[in-house]
């Protein structure tokens, strides 16, 4: 017994040593889930604030690529939206054999596309956006533009292979279809150039009674933009004695100042639209 | 007195560099993870008692495992290369070097030679050890290999980097 003790006690640094490395194997192997809430629980307090503070600054680094990630998938979600589809007609019954029986099957209507801004401007009296998408990633004239919130931006007029420019709402030639959300009375959304801030809706009939903060949204007879997206508030009302129709102030809901993504809306059946839209002023 | 401060500052900072940097490169990052904390042990005092570079290294591999979420895994290699160091200095250093036990091994101190084997012969049982251990949790003999060797040359890579740019040589005198 004595030599024992004796032998432990001239390796004692050997026995440590032992001892260490089996407490560290076992701890190892025995590793697993009921483990890991163990140790979690203290360990995480030393560790765990330290990792939180790293993570924060590695996701600063990493904003870029979480921002096109983010962008992505809003243009994925944005493209499932019911108000892109438009039903089939089934109230109409067809002679053919060949008529659908799935009604509950959409046609598409509107789809959406991402795009950087990488030129914008909000001073001058003709104000254009130029976008990084063109004709090659399938951006087309009269596409209308929506901000990353909802709200439009304005309407692509001209397009190269790989770039684009958005008639910004902020442009003296700017006009879109918009309606009062209160009793649905179509206008038209103009700018006089004064503030960048502040939009007219034009051309509102006097029977309607809009109240100052009303929501103004897209019109349903727009063929660029799909309808009830945000435009803006009503911030006052200029009654003109001498015409029948009202015109608004509206503070818009699009931040002008700080674009840095916008989608892009392709109406797939524009063409269809504007080709019967046209085809009845000819009878005049 | 000094050198407790001096190498409680290398032991929070070596961890840090090792969890923050080294832990998280990302092109090399699934095969080789270079390793720099243990250059904590080789930097210890000639000095320092077998028992202590045991204690010390078992404490940083296992303040380094909770990071990790592997507990047990570096404590194990950091505490062998802590319990193997003073033999294999006694094997390569001169007995009137390893008298100044206030001394740190360096480049300066222990001669390029020396140094180098000394260097070399502590990462590779850290890392035979360290991938051994893994290893045997997840198995495939040309990984087990190739790690071996990739993170050894790294690691030795980086500390040799870090021998020569902290320039240690002021300590011989």
Same mark, same amino acid.
């Given at each position: 017994m004595k030599n024992?003790?004796?032998?432990?006690?001239?390796?004692?640094?050997?026995?440590?040593?032992?001892?260490?490395?089996i407490v560290s194997l076992v701890m190892l192997s025995s590793y697993s889930k009921s483990h890991q809430t163990f140790f979690g629980n203290w360990n995480n307090t030393i560790a765990g604030s330290v990792n939180s503070y790293y993570n924060e600054w590695a996701y600063f680094f990493e904003l870029k690529a979480t921002n096109a990630k983010l962008v992505a998938e809003n243009v994925a979600l944005r493209n499932e939206l019911a108000q892109n589809f438009v039903p089939y007609d089934t109230s109409v019954k067809s002679g053919t054999l060949i008529?659908?029986?799935?009604?509950?099957? @959409?046609?598409?209507?509107?789809?959406?596309?991402?795009?950087?801004? #990488? %030129?914008?401007?909000?001073?001058?009296?003709?104000? /254009?956006?130029?976008?990084?998408?063109g004709a090659?990633?399938?951006?087309? @004239?009269?596409?209308?533009?929506?901000?990353?919130?909802?709200?439009? #931006? %304005?309407?692509?007029?001209?397009?190269?292979?790989? /770039?684009?420019k958005i008639m910004s709402l902020l442009h003296r030639n700017s006009k879109v279809s918009s309606m009062l959300k209160r009793d649905r009375i179509a206008g038209s959304i103009e700018w006089d150039g004064k503030s960048p801030d502040i939009l007219l809706?034009?051309?509102?009939?006097k029977s309607a009674s809009p109240k100052i903060g009303d929501t103004i949204l897209t019109s349903p007879y727009s063929s660029s933009f799909p309808a009830q997206l945000m435009i803006g508030r009503v911030t006052s009302i200029i009654k003109d004695p001498s015409s029948n129709f009202l015109t608004l102030n509206i503070k818009s809901a699009t931040n002008f100042y700080n674009l840095e993504f916008v989608y892009l809306v392709e109406n797939k059946r524009m063409e269809a639209q504007a080709d019967i839209e046209q085809k009845g002023e000819g009878n005049e | 007195m000094s050198n407790i401060l001096?190498?409680?500052?290398?032991?929070?900072?070596?961890?840090?560099?090792?969890?923050?940097?080294l832990n998280e490169i990302p092109p090399i990052h699934q095969f080789i993870t270079p390793y720099l904390y243990f250059i904590f042990?080789?930097?210890?005092?000639?000095?320092?008692?077998?028992?202590?570079?045991?204690?010390?290294?078992?404490?940083?591999?296992?303040?380094?495992?909770?990071?990790?979420?592997?507990?047990?895994?570096?404590?194990?290699?950091a505490s062998l290369i802590g319990y193997l160091r003073p033999t294999?200095?006694?094997?390569?250093?001169?007995?009137?070097?390893s008298e100044e036990l206030s001394k740190e091994p360096s480049i300066g101190s222990m001669g390029w030679g020396p140094f180098m084997i000394y260097l070399f012969s502590i990462t590779f049982i850290h890392h035979f050890y360290l991938v051994l251990l893994e290893w045997l949790?997840?198995?495939?003999?040309?990984?087990?290999?190739?790690?071996?060797?990739?993170?050894?040359?790294?690691?030795?890579?980086?500390?040799?980097?870090?021998?020569?740019l902290l320039n240690r040589r002021k300590l011989k005198r």
């Open positions: 024992i003790i004796g032998f432990i006690r001239q390796n004692f640094t050997f026995f440590s040593f032992l001892i260490l490395q008529l659908r029986k799935d009604s509950l099957e @959409k046609i598409r209507k509107f789809f959406y596309y991402p795009a950087k801004v #990488v %030129g914008n401007s909000f001073t001058l009296q003709k104000n /254009y956006i130029t976008i990084e998408r090659l990633q399938g951006v087309k @004239k009269d596409m209308a533009a929506i901000s990353p919130d909802g709200s439009i #931006v %304005g309407v692509v007029v001209e397009v190269n292979d790989h /770039y684009s809706l034009k051309n509102i009939s | 001096k190498n409680s500052a290398r032991f929070i900072l070596l961890l840090l560099i090792q969890v923050i940097i042990i080789l930097w210890l005092p000639f000095g320092t008692s077998r028992i202590d570079t045991t204690l010390l290294g078992f404490a940083i591999g296992y303040t380094l495992d909770m990071f990790t979420n592997t507990p047990g895994l570096h404590a194990a290699a294999i200095l006694n094997i390569l250093l001169a007995q009137e070097v949790q997840f198995g495939d003999f040309g990984y087990f290999i190739g790690k071996v060797f990739f993170t050894s040359g790294m690691s030795m890579l980086l500390i040799l980097l870090a021998e020569l």
